[in-house]
């Protein structure tokens, strides 16, 4: 009865090892995609933070020639 119950927990134990590997895997995945994605690069709330408040066009004083 012992070997019975051996080899159900050694079955038992792949399993539990396989799910964890497969729900690892599929995290891994899901990371890899959302790095690569080109909308994580910038941040558009942030742009307008840093643009100037005005804007002088070419030849309207400001700079001295």
Known sequence: MRAAAREE????AV??????AMTHALILIAL??????????ED???DDRHRPVRRSKAGEGGEDA
Do not use: H, S
Not at 15 to 20: E, Q, S, V
Not at 32 to 41: K, P, S, T, Y
């Open 9 to 12: 927990a050694y079955r038992t």
């Open 15 to 20: 399993i539990d090892y396989f799910a964890l």
């Open 32 to 41: 890899v995609r959302l790095v690569g994605r080109a909308e994580l690069d």
């Open 44 to 46: 558009p709330d942030l």
